[in-house]
């Protein structure tokens, strides 16, 4: 019960069953990690979907070598408590576009996402939740994105 | 140990926090804080031209400007403190991820509250010495995850551990003696009270160490002084 309650905090899984919300957590496990732990690199194969329970998650692009007065990783988001990350697991071809830092000592759901792909193939109306609620992140994500990029270009045209 | 002043310099985007974090660092003997930034271009410029010994850095950083409903605005922290500890791989760079002190700040609390920076392991929540750190056993190149910590019940229990550590010392120092009286066989009497009285008092502070080192995390600092410095993110790639 506890753990169903614990997932129906976070917004990917809010108007899930509790029946769908057993299946979320047959297939969750919790982690822990202190800060400055990486927790997934850029490029690496895809293998779970991560919950912040507590804590914060830097994730972290590579710049290419050939842009040296910047730094090497560019921190792109800050993801922290109730937020979700790695959803490359549900993206072809299953590949985190990102690299994922504690910036402190932090907590997370990690699920499965080999068997979460699975489920959403066979449980629809679970594949239709995770992913609609997914893709109001990555909209209001590429929305600030957009505004930062924009107030940036303001800035530099007037220096 | 070198007894120069540490040069220190902070960043953070609010005023109140980067006094904050300055009254902190300089409540410390022998460390000044010689450069406020408040945002990250600004950060790199000045240790680029001040090059400090300590750097603090608030990861909720802007760029260069923050905007008011963009939290993308303000996540160059992390990169801040990367970018400068590669370019000073002396110093050392400190990364604040909490903003615990900004609730307290504007709760009014800031006032005459003792706050304190630490870093946080799977253990305990040790206290930061900047020039313990600075001068350590450590990496040159080093990138601190830190936290700074409000409130006085961290001061209770430090006078505690502190207490006990004395009473140790001086007990075993009270037991030896005794032994040593006991052997002369002139005042064995003397001797082996002291020794008896030595032995409870080491009982006791030893006991009453082991209780203040397991109160619970979240209001107290770890058992030492001792800094653990991380640079996971190097070890990791």
Redesign the interface.
Known sequence: MAAKQMLREYYIFEHLSDTDLDSITSITQPR?Y?????IF?EKSSAGELYLVEKG?V?L?MQLPASQPPL????????VTSREVFGWSVLVTPYVYTLTA?C???TKVLAIDGAKLRALIQTNHRIGYEVLSQIIKVVAS?LD??R??LV??RL?SAQD | MPSTNLRAIVASEHPHKRHLLTDVIEREPGVVVVGQAGNALKAKSLARSLRPDVVVVDSCLPYNVGLDTVRLSRISGLDTAMDISQELPKSIVMLLPNTDIMVYQENGLYGNTKAYLYTQTAAAAIPIRVRELYYGKTPAASLVFANVKIGEQVSLRQRVIEICERATLYSGLATLGGLVLIITFVLAGAGAFLAVGGFAGLLLSLAGRAIAAYWPKRHNIGQESQVSETMKLKGAQ
């Open positions: 822990e202190e800060a400055g732990a990486i690199s914060k830097a972290q730094s090497k990783k560019v921190t792109v988001d800050v830092v910036l402190e000592s994500r600030e994105t505004h930062v107030s940036e800035v």
